[in-house]
C-alpha cells in the first residue's frame, strides 16, 4: 500500500507548532526564530517533505518557478550563490530555472524574456558586464513580478538587493598593502557601469588618500573579468618608467592574469609586485603563489537572496525594497607576503 506523503501539518504536528509556524519557516521567512527555523528544516529532511508544487500551483495560480540570471557558470562565485538561493526556494517548494547571459546585454534581455514566457513567479538577476540600460529589468517591476539581484545590483531601480561591503572591502586590501610597505599601488578595475566595479576603484583611491598617498592615474587600468584583460593590463602597467610595486585588482580572474603576465617576465611576485584580488575563487589558494584576495560569503549572500525574494512574495502589494549589505575578509596569502 503506498504511503501518504508527508505534509506540513505532519511537520507542526511533530514540533508542536503552528502550521502557519511551519510554513512560513519553510519559505526563510525572517519573523520565524533561527532555532525554530532550523528545526523545521532539519524534520523536513528527516521526513523527506517535498510540497506538492502541482496542486498549490492549480489554487494559487503560480508555477513554483523562480527564474534566475547569471553573467557566466563558469565563474565559481555564482555556482556557490546559486546554491544558497536553491537550497533556501526548495524548501519553500520552489524550483528554480537558470539562465546564462554570457556576459552580453542582448542575451540577457532575451533572458528575461524567456523566463517571463515561462511564466516564472519571480526573477533573481546578477547583470552582465554590457549591461548599462536596465528598461528590460524595469518593466519587469512595472509589471509587479517579484525581482531582486545580487552581487552585480541593479543600481537605481525600484527593487532590493544583496551585495557585500564592496568598499570596505577594496579600502582594507589597499590600507593592508599600505602597511606593508608598498607605496606604487596600481589598481585594475572593472567596468565602470557596474556599482560594485565603482565601488572598489573608490575604496582604492581613499586608502591611499588617507594615507597620504599620491594617486597616479597611470596606475589605474581597466579589465572586463577576464584573465587575459588582467594580463593586459598588467602588460602596459609593466611598461611605466616608474612600473607598480603592487596591484589591487577588481577579481581573482583578471589577478590571475596580472600573476601570469608577471611570472611571464620574470618579475618576482611578492617581493618585486604585489598582487591582491577579489573574491577567493577556489582556484586562488591553488595557484602559485597563492593569491591573497578578499573573501565574499557567496553561499550567504544567494540564501539572503532568496529570503529577501520570498519576503517580496508574501506580501507584494506592501513590500518595501530591501537592501542587505554582507561582510568581506582579506584572505592574506603568498601574492603579498614578502620573505
Do not use: W
Request: charged share 20%; net charge negative; hydrophobic share 35%.
Amino acid at each position: 500500500m503506498k504511503e501518504r506523503p508527508i505534509t506540513i501539518k505532519d511537520i507542526a504536528r511533530e514540533l508542536n507548532i503552528s502550521v502557519s509556524t511551519v510554513s512560513r519557516a519553510l519559505r526563510g521567512l525572517p519573523d520565524v526564530n533561527a532555532a525554530t527555523r532550523r528545526s523545521v528544516e532539519t524534520l523536513a529532511r528527516k521526513l523527506d517533505y517535498h510540497p506538492n508544487a502541482v496542486a498549490l500551483s492549480l489554487v494559487k495560480s503560480k508555477t513554483y518557478t523562480v527564474g534566475v540570471i547569471i553573467p557566466n557558470f563558469v565563474i565559481h562565485f555564482y555556482s556557490s550563490a546559486i546554491g544558497g538561493i536553491q537550497d533556501v526556494l526548495s524548501q519553500a517548494g520552489y524550483n528554480i530555472m537558470i539562465c546564462q547571459s554570457n556576459e552580453n546585454y542582448d542575451t540577457e534581455v532575451a533572458n528575461v524574456q524567456t523566463l517571463l514566457n515561462s511564466r516564472v513567479d519571480g526573477l533573481i538577476v546578477s547583470q552582465s558586464k554590457e549591461t548599462e540600460d536596465l528598461a528590460h529589468f524595469s518593466a519587469v517591476i512595472d509589471k509587479g513580478v517579484p525581482l531582486v539581484s545580487f552581487n552585480r545590483t541593479l543600481d537605481g531601480l525600484h527593487a532590493s538587493r544583496v551585495e557585500v561591503d564592496d568598499y570596505q572591502g577594496a579600502y582594507h586590501a589597499v590600507e593592508y598593502l599600505i602597511r606593508t610597505g608598498y607605496r606604487r599601488i596600481a589598481h585594475i578595475a572593472g567596468p565602470q557601469n557596474l556599482q560594485l566595479s565603482r565601488h572598489r576603484y573608490q575604496g582604492y583611491l581613499d586608502a591611499l588618500n588617507s594615507c597620504q598617498l599620491t594617486t597616479e592615474d597611470a596606475y589605474i587600468r581597466y579589465c572586463d573579468f577576464s584573465i587575459e584583460s588582467g594580463r593586459k593590463a598588467m602588460h602596459e602597467l609593466l611598461l611605466l618608467p616608474d612600473m607598480p610595486d603592487a596591484v589591487f585588482v577588481v577579481s581573482d580572474y583578471p589577478a590571475y592574469g596580472v600573476i601570469a603576465e608577471l611570472k611571464a617576465r620574470g618579475i618576482n611576485i611578492p617581493d618585486e609586485v604585489a598582487v591582491i584580488g577579489f573574491t577567493d575563487e577556489p582556484f586562488s589558494s591553488l595557484i602559485e603563489p597563492t593569491l591573497t584576495t578578499v573573501s565574499q560569503p557567496t553561499y550567504e549572500i544567494g540564501r539572503e537572496t532568496a529570503r529577501l525574494f520570498l519576503q517580496q512574495l508574501e506580501d507584494p502589494d506592501h513590500f518595501e525594497p530591501q537592501q542587505r549589505t554582507l561582510k568581506t575578509e582579506l584572505k592574506v596569502r603568498n601574492s603579498t607576503q614578502r620573505v
